[in-house]
């Protein structure tokens, strides 16, 4: 496999939405090749281009600065494949990668949860697969249009490897993007630090319709989040992961003042949109499953939202 | 202990919400000496009386053909004392109660879920404690207005004997006044077999916040509905009390024609009001405890209504 060209790399964005559309646009805004592959957005965005409403000033994008596609048989095979989307659209992420896969192509999922670098590896080969974690705030507010709300850092890792040229090379591509983006020695660490949080507060806040205010103000709450947080924690050192003992109450201490907040989960479901459940909590399940760790809480709370999702599919 | 007076015998009413006001007022319609403790309703029906919207035929009470007070140190000695109370308030059901009882009282508690009757007994002596299931959709619409939408036939019977004269007697005073009521050879099997509905219909559908036919329009929401009934029946069966290997199948049968219905739980939760959770799944929960039927999934939806019960408090 050869080295990805970073003269002037050809950068694919599968599956814009929020987060696709956010820092794809801004890789395009620092002059980067980018072609976005877009599915209900395509005519509105291929026609105006993006608009970005940002906490840290708006810009719009017009549409020649970058590609646009709805078909990917009809892009350039890419250096780096962007993969950003939804997790429950999974089942057609090869079918759409596939097209823009050549030898040396780099494939970056940027999606929520467990599993997505196994899927991806499964399909094009684990040393091609790089993940990123995105912290950030962000909502699609009308075809074409963003609103990015707060924070917005990067963190990028290896699948199966230590940080190799390459992963210091994607950062940097960000960092002179506009975005913080730093390197992860660790990326399943940062992904199960990430889950220690994204399970209660998604997942258990989604099935129940809580915030995380709503999930903190009571004792009862809290007891119930730390402990869906330490089932997590348990499934993570099983798998050879540790973290200090105080990991939860670190997670719980910056979450208090953060107010009344929806995840992205329980504004899926209020909005009637299937929500990330087996990237962000099933596949977890199965994980511990797996090890013979006892996770009941959040099986439980998987069963419910796996019916809430059905409910939601059955429209 | 004599026994009660059924010539005219004096009821009290003890926590008058849509439940008491709708059987205390057709009791009261029918000639008998009824008596309502109010709180918050008491000077709207002290002048205006009640006003029953049924689906069975309106009527109204005029003020002259009850008494109405609000504090129970005001009232009679009562032959019958009624508890409509709401579940959450038992609390302060004692209280309330005890000015009202003389060495004859009965109390019939009219109340959703386990434990009333104990907690009767436990102050004033199990043996004049009778307990009644009234199945009806009712909603108190205004102050003093309820809004009788369905169904309306009552079961009743002995807390800690098989039925008697008086409870027969109490039978026909319903019946008397235009209500269906039976008496139960087994009240505790009554109670049981209410609860294989209640703790998936009311707890599983107030907690994820899905009606009737959200739960039951999906495998995995059948398969969650039926897992909650049979660690009720399990309990029932530790208890010494079988159901039928169908009983689960029977009550999603009745079900599923109901279309999309919102329990009392889900109607309180979405209205930002206290839900019944002891007495509907709590004391269920700590039944099994004490026998060792482990209920893992009623043992979390508990946990989890009584977060949000919490955060309901917390207003």
Known sequence: MRAMSFEKPVIAIVGAGAV???????????????HFLLRSDYAVVRQRGWTIRSKDGDFALAPDQFRVYNDPRAMPKADLVIVTLKATSNDVMPSLVAPLIKDDTIVLTMQNGLGNEELLAQHFGAERVVGAMAFVCINRIAPGVVHHIDQGFVRVGEFISAPKDRTRRIAEMFELSGIDCKVLDDLARGRWDKLIWNIPFNGLGAALDLDTQQLLKTEAGERMVRGLMQEVVAIAKARGIEFPPDQADKKVAITKPMGPYRTSMQIDRQEGRLMEVEAIIGYPVKIADELGVPVPRMKMIHECLALINASISAG
């Open 20 to 34: 696709g559309a956010f820092y794809g646009a801004k890789l395009a805004r620092r002059g980067f090749d980018v």
